[in-house]
């Protein structure tokens, strides 16, 4: 785009005041090299609180993605210069760009050097206790106790167990112990084409489930919802079905060799980009939920998420649901992901009935 045009091209990118999940610094590397129009905008509580109702009920359903903020955010920041916008969604799945596609091998790997046993007795009950202070989504005991859970099951549970963000089927029947409960896997594996030879390994079928599944129930709706809220309009071209179809017709290991990750993307844009830059690591479009609702956010949680409002439904076990408080309040456990889920929830049943 840049050396196509005649006017310098814009760049938008949000940054945070926390380190751990800023990266604007590398947006702006990329700004100078290409010698972009480039605009960074600090995203912090006190610029999405105002509009926070406001965009939990845009979606019209119980949507619990945190990332919608920052998308909301950006696209509200990007509305003041243009009106429509290029992104990046789709090239980790048409890619095979996460880390998750690496876990099936490394799943395999782990169920044939531990015994069963051994995994359900002693692995699996230590990392499940493991604990430390000031936790959270981010930390090395959250992310080990995900990827263990996620070693553990088939190819198929394993890919969702490590989707599911909110809570997984057993969590569920504590949340909901007096309602009957859907198994989320039975009913996505009922939606799987069979006998299809675009799903004849791991990664493929990975890839099938987030683009079906994460991507159109997800990604594309969080980003569509928060960027019509500013009239601005998105458009994704590493969607385009040539590529989607021609990234599902070449070997595995052009897309994923040896832990290389999105190869045969890299390989053909390096040129593009500053050394080595594709050599840092990949960070997701998160939000500091967790510490907001310990601090900023935290009277109107308590509000939300209180007996008298979740006795309104008696959907969920309230002493499930306190537990779950307690342990996120006194750091013991971070559950971020399961209570935003809970407070979205609430905000739309409370505007609605």
Known sequence: MSKITNQKIKTFTVGYDNKRYDESNRASQVAKHINSEHHEFKLNYDQVINDLDDLILNYDEPFADPSALPSYFISKQTSDFVKVVLTGDGGD???GGYNKYL????????????????????IEPSINLMSKKNIDTKSFVTKTKK????????????????????FKNEELHKLCSHRPIINISDL??????????????????????????SLEGDLLTKMDRASMLNSIEC???????????????????????????????????????PNNFLKSPKSGFEVP?????????????????????????????????????DQHFSFKIDHSWKLWTLYCFQKWYNNNY
């Open 103 to 122: 876990l099936h091998s490394y799943g395999k790997i782990y169920q044939k050097i531990v015994p069963k046993f051994i995994s359900k007795n002693f």
């Open 235 to 273: 458009r994704a071209p590493l969607l385009d079905h040539r590529l989607v179809d021609f990234s599902n017709s070449i070997p595995d290991s052009f897309l994923i060799n040896f832990g290389n990750k999105k190869r045969i993307f890299k390989d053909t844009f390096k040129h593009l980009l």
């Open 188 to 213: 996505l594996k009922k939606s799987l084409p069979h006998k299809s030879k675009f799903l004849n390994s791991d990664l493929k079928l990975a890839r099938y489930i987030d683009l079906k599944i």
């Open 289 to 325: 939920i967790g510490n907001w609702f310990r601090n900023e956010l935290k009277n109107d949680f308590i509000k939300t998420l209180s007996d008298s409002n979740l006795n309104r439904h008696s959907f969920f076990n309230l002493k499930y649901v306190n537990l779950l408080i």
């Open 147 to 166: 990827l263990f859970n996620s070693l553990v099951g088939d190819s198929f549970e394993n890919h969702l167990n490590i989707i599911q963000l909110g």
């Open 93 to 95: 799945e048409v890619f």
